[in-house]
Structures are given as C-alpha cells and as structure tokens.
C-alpha cells in the first residue's frame, strides 16, 4: 500500500464527502529538510467538521495519520471544509 492509499485509509473514518489526496514530492526534489518522507495536498469535506475551527480540523487529520506525519510525511497543506462551506 502506498502512502496515498494508506492517508485514505487513515482519514476513511470521517466519512469523507470528497477526499483528494496530492503527491507533490517531485516539486520538491533535494528540499534540504525533506530526506525523508513526502509533500502532500489533502482537500477533505466531512460532516465531522461542523462547528470545529480550521485548527481542531487540522489536529483531527494530524491526530489521524499519526506516525505518518513523522516517518511518510514531510509536508501536508490541508483544506479541510464541511459540506456548507462547499459551492457546487
């Protein structure tokens, strides 16, 4: 399982409305902090996240991944929104 296929995994508990995960590593090649681990992008749309502020979202999703965000994980922008937030 890669770390995309994983991250869903982990996140798969908030029942994600729309969940798009981006390995952006290539764009960070010889990084001099990144020797391990990637560059991610992760837009998530939960019900979870009614009435939560952006930084109770972002913990959820670090609280998630767990010791990915230490070993697989270099960098992750998160755009964490519930349903309303969502213009369609």
């Known amino acids: 399982m890669n770390t995309v296929q994983l991250m869903r995994q982990k996140l798969a508990f908030l029942n994600p ?15 001099p902090g990144a020797k391990s681990g990637g560059h991610y992008s992760l837009i998530i749309v939960s019900s979870e996240f009614d009435g939560k502020s952006t930084m109770a979202r972002h913990r959820i999703v670090y609280d998630a991944l767990g010791r990915m ?3 697989d994980i270099h960098a992750l922008s998160i755009k964490a929104y519930t349903s309303k937030e969502i213009i369609t």
Do not use: A, P, R, W
């Open 69 to 71: 965000m230490y070993e």
């Open 17 to 31: 409305e729309k969940i798009e995960i981006f390995d952006q590593s290539s764009k960070h090649l010889n990084h």
